[in-house]
């Protein structure tokens, strides 16, 4: 086995690492948002064997997170009330913003054993 074989994350290994990571969450060993960033990480890296980029932080309104994730600001709006998204809003004075960074980890650790499914609570 040569070395770039050794130091090559597979898919499968990310799964069972997102397995094992729900167990965490759902044990409150591991938050939500750092299990999603974990999965991200691993998940780029094994795609496209590279870290993800480094991204600017900010705060983004509802209708740019509406976008981020592919939906109409009302689906948007309903799915939040649903704690559809493991990503919470934060308010700035009477203004609703998202973290950008928790959204793009939420999209990136979305697959079939991803925690970032909703808490029942």
Same mark, same amino acid.
């Given at each position: 086995?040569?070395?770039?074989?050794?130091?090559?994350? @597979?898919?499968?290994?990310?799964?069972?690492?997102?397995?094992?990571? @729900?167990?965490?969450?759902?044990?409150?060993?591991?938050?939500?948002p750092?299990?999603?960033?974990?999965?991200?990480?691993?998940?780029?890296?094994?795609?496209?064997?590279?870290?993800?980029?480094?991204?600017?932080?900010?705060?983004?309104?509802?209708?740019?997170?509406?976008?981020?994730?592919?939906?109409?600001?009302?689906?948007f709006?309903?799915l939040? @009330?649903?704690?559809?998204?493991?990503?919470? #809003?934060?308010?700035?004075?009477?203004?609703? #913003?998202? #973290?950008?960074?928790?959204?793009?980890?939420?999209?990136?650790?979305?697959?079939?054993?991803?925690?970032?499914?909703?808490?029942?609570?």
């Open positions: 086995m040569n070395s770039a074989a050794a130091t090559t994350i @597979r898919p499968q290994s990310v799964k069972l690492i997102s397995r094992f990571l @729900r167990i965490m969450t759902d044990e409150d060993l591991v938050t939500v750092e299990a999603n960033t974990i999965i991200a990480e691993l998940k780029h890296l094994a795609e496209r064997g590279e870290n993800l980029p480094p991204i600017m932080a900010k705060l983004i309104d509802q209708e740019q997170a509406a976008t981020m994730l592919g939906v109409g600001l009302s689906n709006k309903k939040e @009330r649903e704690n559809a998204f493991s990503f919470k #809003r934060k308010m700035v004075g009477t203004s609703v #913003r998202y #973290r950008n960074i928790d959204i793009i980890n939420f999209i990136m650790a979305s697959d079939d054993s991803k925690p970032s499914e909703p808490a029942n609570g």
